[in-house]
């Protein structure tokens, strides 16, 4: 049972370049999140997917796209990277996405865009 | 705007006191409250939340108290522990969905 797994763990790109972080879960879980970290601030959302076959905008989704592929797997694309997208970049994942719900994170990419 | 601050970075405490975290936010609409902690290089994990209809939730040596009228929730850790040792997000939500988290608060407990 390994939870919410994130690959890659490091990415360098250049400006420009694209690439997909990808994430599963094992959880069985409905809901699943990705977040973005920066220095002194908090996670902020990027994008949700409530169940499988729909995605939300969160607050900053710009530059982004995502893929709820199935029920476990949850993919954040970035078409054309920019400095402004390095960052660590943490999935997340909820059993039914409701009030109450635990929201259990992956450890994490940390994306460096030159 | 940020609409849930931690106004403390940082902070430091003696093994075996009490360590005060707190957290505002200026958003009413929120409805639940949430602690989580965070290990270098590793994600969050959930500590403790609390719904708006209480004022205290205590699980083991961690308790969560709110002041709707203030816009206020504090996490207060007795005795602390080497271990405690992470940076402490307090985050919130209205719809389960949208969650909005604090810049963190780092947590040093010193033997």
Redesign the interface.
Known sequence: NAGVTQTPKFQVLKTGQSMTLQCAQDMNHNSMYWYRQDPGMGLRLIYYSASEGTTDKGEVPNGYNVSRLNKREFSLRLESAAPSQTSVYFCASSELGSLTDTQYFGPGTRLTVL | DQQ?K?NS?SLSVQEGRISILNCDYTNSMF??F?W?KKYP??????LI?I?SIKDKNEDGRFTVFLNKSAKHLSLHIVPSQPGDSAVY?C?A?Y??????????TRLSVLP
């Open positions: 849930v931690q970075p409805d639940y949430l989580y290089a590793e994600g969050p994990t959930f939340s719904s997000f985050a939500t719809d389960g969905q949208n969650f909005v988290f604090g810049p963190g």
